[in-house]
């Protein structure tokens, strides 16, 4: 199998202090590699960046008929524990007829870095709200009780899952070879990065007038898409290149270095994995392969900072930078 | 030159998620490698790993006659910003007629959680004598005022820094090829792995009753192992792989995936590099090749969590883990 490729350095001064390594795939919906690095066929968890497929069985089944586009941008995101967010996962859990107890994904401290402060000096509680999984659970939530079936949802066997498991070898058009446990406690299917680019094809290739499949992804990605800061949040790199790009894309990340983005204009599905599982370097590379592929200027303030990102000292200088590759970029 | 070796898996369920990879080298003092992995001749930055050689100067000169060990563990430190930490460095700032002032590091917050959260709470300010490398900005302020040089003594052309790159180029035995600027604004010189390591022999072997510069190189060394919390701090894997030691050692982590270990009993230096530059490898790796050296055992607590490290979901089961591969433990 092929050798992961140097995707992004890390400098200081003259030096090249760290590398990462990574694969990619971009992909059309009939399978067709448009261009790959690394090993396509490395069997990988999507984690985070698998939401808008977790989130297909909410619409499919009709359990969602009544969300808006913000409730599916949730059900997507890793959102970041604003105010805003916990409010409307909140209130959704509401009405279902739920509240945060319902949630099996555990506490999480806001990453609203100042929220998180105002919460240490005011004594209020870190609940399961703010964990950067609330929407998905409150999706899997709607979709349990749509069902009659238990709350557990969670587990492997429970009907929620079986049809998360369902869609997700129906896009990723292939069976999953197993699942481990995400951060939220939801099984995480496994795929091949192949798999999932074109899975995040099928997505971008996805007609509103089309099946109920379909119709549901291409529902999801444009609630992405409409709605960048719930998605991920304030000045988040998912939020940052939605709102950047000049035609409609959605992008998410997953933990361990995992990206992937949504192309309708170009019927392109685009998966990427970091070796080594680094957030930063999962971001440059992502935003590497979307100006590669001109859906992003490299210019642009909001993609500048993730193809030439600086790294500030503790007095604020900057001393080195984290750059994509040429092998990405050029 | 030779690839970087796989070191360090990290696996969820069933998969391995992602990998991290690397370079080591084994050294005696004389410059013989005893084992290495990867690439001994790589180019890098020491980070944090050097504070016992930028401490050298401090004690050659004279300056730090009257120094405790407690201080010079603190010249050494990258520790957590404790209370203890930061009393410390205050009073000897103090002693020497400085305060936190002079310290050219920048602040930055507690690594001790609970008391950064009594901070937040409190109002407290971040001062910079919370900054891991406090002790040795106290020691570069020693020594500058005792050689009767002006307090800029992070300028790369200062006499402090001179006679920091001295010793540096003395103990790795070759022309330092540069350096970066570190996250506390000091220059940090490069060096290849192997010559790291072997400064890290040198240390070793360094005799208590020797030339002025092994008399330095002893006290440093004895006073990491007599003090392994203020070289880091509670919990931190400094301390706790020097208190696991069946043998007197000095460990010290660096920024981006370094780690060192000075080894008397043996005449050994080991020096190793992430090349990702990821720290949770860095520890596993380091643990891994000292429970190989016979240094450490592994089923000792303070050093197992390290060799099979549990990754907790956020409702604190373990879905996953952090483990040597066996190309360092086998």
Partial sequence: MPDAVTMVEVSRGDFVESVHRGHAVISRADGRTVEAWGDSELVMLPRSSAKMIQALPLLESGAGASL?????????????????????????????????????????????????????????????????????????????????????YVDPDHPVQLAVREAFEDVTVAPSPGFGIDGCSAPNFATTLSGLARAMAIFAEAREDGTARERAAARLRGAM???????????????????????????????????????????????????????????AAIAAILVRLGALHRRHPLVSRYIDSPILNRNGSAVGAVRPTDSLLA
Avoid at 80 to 89: A, I, N, Y
Avoid at 106 to 123: N, Y
Avoid at 226 to 234: D, F, I, N, R, Y
């Fill in 68 to 152: 808006t586009d913000e409730h599916l941008a949730l059900a997507c995101a890793s959102h970041s524990g604003e105010r805003r967010h916990v409010e409307k996962v909140a209130r959704w859990l509401k009405d279902i007829g739920f509240d945060e107890t319902a949630l099996k994904c555990g506490p999480q401290v806001s990453e609203d870095a100042e929220l998180a402060e105002e919460m240490i000096r005011t004594g209020e509680p870190v609940t399961r709200l703010f964990n950067n999984c609330s929407g998905k659970h409150a999706g899997f939530l709607t979709l349990a009780r749509h069902l009659e079936a238990n709350l557990e």
């Fill in 225 to 283: 898409f409409a709605h960048p800061e719930l998605v991920s949040g304030k000045d988040r790199a998912c939020a940052n290149l939605m709102s950047a790009a000049s035609e409609p894309i959605a992008v998410k990340t997953g933990a361990e270095g995992v990206y992937v983005a949504i192309l309708p204009n170009r019927g392109l599905g685009v998966a990427l994995k970091i070796a080594d599982g680094a957030t930063r370097a999962s971001e």
